[in-house]
Structure formats: structure tokens, C-alpha cells
């Protein structure tokens, strides 16, 4: 269900599996109360990843911990990176993605050309393999299925992701992770990486190379807003 990277005072940091539920449902432990159960501590979720979504989870390990990262990530002063495979050719291969996002059919969300209260994504892409890319993606926002939305917006849905069209063929799992965490507590700044290490295509030669090659996403010279 998950696996534990880091352990402090104030929190716990999680690597999640993917297709594992975040929150307890139709009777079965979700990711949180099987995580206080086994490690014997009361956790206070401070964000979420979907179901589908394996990677970086932060979790507080007290209210008043909890409030503190609350309020960082609504400030955005938590940076996440994510990693991503998809398959075809977006229209651009760098850049944002912006616009506001609406309820759709089917639990879905959808990008608006409106940019009244918008999801904002940056993000690179780079052939890993014939007809598939990886991205990394880093949200500016906090919205619901964003990532999953900005992908299939610029015609490239995420692997395995079928809720917006991504392809079923080949994917064993919904191909999005979250790769990194950067933010400051206590006066430190704190960096965190976790590569995916399940499903078949992210552990292709192609794609391992790649994602070894990114080294630190925060180093990274992003692509400005216009």
C-alpha cells in the first residue's frame, strides 16, 4: 500500500502505491487509516493524491502541524513535481497550461479558455520510446484532476488514465507520480525524491534513463510564463 521515506517529528512522508484508495471506503482501510494503524500514530492528511496516482505523500503528525501545512499548500509555498508517460505528440512540447476548470460528465473535469480562477501547470516533455513521452509537471495550483485535465487538454492523455481517454492498452497502472516535494519547515528547506518503481512502462530503458537524467526538478531552468 505504501512505503515510508522519511520520519520527523512534525510529519511522516509516504510513498503511495498506485490504485490504492486515499480514504476508507465500502469497508476497506484507505491509504490514511491503514498507515495509522500500522505505525501506530494519529495522522492528519494536509493534502491528497487520486487513486490512480503512486509517489510522495506528506502527513502531519499533529493539529497544529497539520494547520501549518495546510496553510502552506494552499499558499502554494509546498512545490510538488510530478512524473507522467502518455502517448502522441502534444502540441507543444514545454510550457503551461492555464485556464479554469469546470465539472464535466462522468466525474470528469474540464479546461476553460476563461482564466478567471485557473489551473496553472508547467511542465517539459521528452521522447522516451516511439509514440510516447514523458512530462514532468509542476502544478501552480491545487485543483481538483488538474494534471490528469492538463494532459488531456493538450490531446495527450495520461497513460492508463481512461476517465479522460488515456489508453488501457499496455498500461498496468495509471502512469502519474509524484516525484518530488520542496518546501521550508523549521527553517530548513527540505527536499524530498521518490522515482516510480512500479508499472511496466516507467521501468522501460528509455524512460528509467530519462528520469535518472532529470536529477533535481528545482534546478531545472522552467519555462517563463508569457
Known amino acids: 500500500m505504501y512505503s515510508v521515506i522519511a520520519t520527523e517529528p512534525d510529519f511522516i512522508l509516504l510513498d503511495k502505491?498506485?490504485?490504492?484508495?486515499?480514504?476508507?471506503?465500502?469497508?476497506?482501510?484507505?491509504?490514511?487509516a491503514s498507515a495509522e494503524q500500522e505505525l501506530g500514530c494519529k495522522l492528519y492528511p494536509v493534502h491528497r493524491l487520486?487513486?490512480?496516482?503512486?509517489?510522495?505523500?506528506l502527513l502531519a503528525r499533529s493539529s497544529e502541524a497539520a494547520a501549518e501545512f495546510t496553510r502552506m499548500f494552499s499558499e502554494h509555498k509546498v512545490q510538488k513535481y510530478y512524473l507522467a508517460l502518455a502517448k502522441g505528440k502534444p502540441g507543444k512540447k514545454q510550457g503551461w497550461i492555464i485556464g479554469d476548470m469546470a465539472k464535466?460528465?462522468?466525474s470528469q473535469y474540464k479546461l476553460l479558455r476563461s482564466t478567471d480562477n485557473p489551473a496553472v501547470t508547467q511542465f517539459?516533455?521528452?521522447?522516451?520510446?516511439e509514440g510516447l513521452r514523458l512530462y514532468l509537471l509542476k502544478p501552480h495550483s491545487g485543483k481538483t484532476h488538474q494534471l490528469r485535465v492538463a494532459l488531456s487538454s493538450l490531446g495527450v492523455p495520461i497513460l492508463g488514465d481512461t476517465l479522460y481517454g488515456?489508453?488501457?492498452v499496455d498500461a498496468d497502472r495509471g502512469y502519474l507520480h509524484a516525484y518530488a516535494l520542496e518546501f521550508e519547515w523549521r527553517g530548513q528547506t527540505l527536499r524530498y525524491l521518490s522515482l516510480p518503481s512500479q508499472g511496466d512502462a516507467f521501468l522501460r530503458?528509455?524512460?528509467?534513463s530519462q528520469m535518472q537524467a532529470l536529477a533535481e526538478p528545482w534546478t531545472l531552468d522552467w519555462p517563463k510564463r508569457k
Open 17 to 32: 502505491r498506485p490504485g490504492v484508495h486515499f480514504h476508507s471506503q465500502h469497508g476497506e482501510a484507505g491509504l490514511v
Open 50 to 57: 487520486d487513486t490512480l496516482t503512486s509517489g510522495l505523500l
Open 104 to 106: 464535466s460528465r462522468r
Open 124 to 129: 517539459f516533455s521528452w521522447s522516451v520510446a
Open 166 to 168: 488515456g489508453s488501457a
Open 205 to 208: 530503458p528509455g524512460v528509467l
